[in-house]
C-alpha cells in the first residue's frame, strides 16, 4: 500500500457526460500528480500540484482540469467523455514536487465510457 | 522531452529462472523509478534509483547514469512476479516521469 487513495476505483459512464476522479496524497506529501494510461498512448503525464498550484502540465485535453485543495486533496474532472477516454487514470504523490523524489502512485481511477 | 526504452517487450520464464530487463533513456535523467504493474492494473514501485545499484529481496536494480541505462534484476523468479515492468525517468528540466512501454513478464509454474 503506497499511502495514496483513489475514489472511486472503479467508473462506468456514457460519451458526453462528466465525471470526477479524487485523490488523496500520502501523510505529508504536498505534491500531486495525474497520468493516464490507455492502451494506445500507454502512461501519460496529466499535470501535477504543488500545495495548491499548478506546476507543470502535459498532455491535458482542454475538456479535463483538475484543482488541488486546502487540505491537499486533488480532482480530476474529465468532462464531455469520449470513448477515447477510456482508460486508468493515476495519481501520485511526492513529497516536494522536487526532482530527485520518489513519485508514490495510488491504485488508479478505471474509467470506461460507453 | 526524455525518451525511455525497454527491452525486451515480453518474456516468458519457467519458475526459478532469473531475467534481467534493459531500460535506455536519451538524456540525462535526475530521477529513474522501476515499477511493476501487477494483473490488477497496480503500479508498484519497485525502485528509485537515479545512479548506483539497490537491492530488495530477489530484485536488484542497477542505473549508469553516464551511459544513459538501468537494469532490473529478478532472481529465482515466481508466478508472482508476473505482470508488466515499467521504468520511468524524469528529465533533469522538468517534473513528470517519462515512462517505457514496460517489459510484460510471465512466469510459468
Known amino acids: 500500500d503506497s499511502g495514496v487513495t483513489q475514489t472511486p476505483k472503479h467508473l462506468i459512464t456514457a460519451t458526453g457526460q462528466r465525471v470526477t476522479l479524487r485523490c488523496s496524497p500520502r501523510?505529508?506529501?504536498?505534491?500531486v500528480y495525474w497520468y493516464q494510461q490507455s492502451l494506445d498512448q500507454g502512461l501519460q503525464f496529466l499535470i501535477q500540484y504543488y500545495n495548491g498550484e499548478e506546476r507543470a502540465k502535459g498532455n491535458i485535453l482542454e475538456r479535463f482540469s483538475a484543482q488541488q485543495f486546502p487540505d491537499l486533496h486533488s480532482e480530476l474532472n474529465l468532462s464531455s467523455l469520449e470513448l477515447g477516454d477510456s482508460a486508468l487514470y493515476f495519481c501520485?504523490?511526492?513529497?516536494?514536487?522536487?526532482?530527485?523524489?520518489?513519485?508514490?502512485f495510488g491504485p488508479g481511477t478505471r474509467l470506461l465510457v460507453l | 522531452g526524455i525518451q525511455v526504452e525497454q527491452s525486451p517487450p515480453d518474456l516468458i520464464l519457467q519458475e526459478g529462472a532469473n531475467s534481467t530487463l534493459r531500460c535506455n533513456f536519451s538524456d540525462s535523467v535526475n530521477n529513474l523509478q522501476w515499477f511493476h504493474q501487477n494483473p490488477w492494473g497496480q503500479l508498484i514501485n519497485l525502485f528509485y534509483i537515479p545512479s548506483g545499484t539497490k537491492q530488495n529481496g530477489r530484485l536488484s536494480a542497477t542505473t549508469v547514469a553516464t551511459e544513459r541505462y538501468s537494469l532490473l534484476y529478478i532472481s529465482s523468479s515466481q508466478t508472482t512476479d508476473s505482470g508488466v515492468y515499467f521504468c520511468?525517468?524524469?528529465?533533469?528540466?522538468?517534473?513528470?516521469?517519462?515512462f517505457g512501454e514496460g517489459t510484460q513478464l510471465t512466469v510459468n509454474p
Open positions: 520511468a525517468g524524469l528529465e533533469t528540466s522538468g517534473s513528470r516521469l517519462t
Open positions: 501523510s505529508g506529501d504536498l505534491s
Open positions: 501520485a504523490s511526492s513529497v516536494a514536487g522536487a526532482r530527485q523524489e520518489t513519485q508514490y
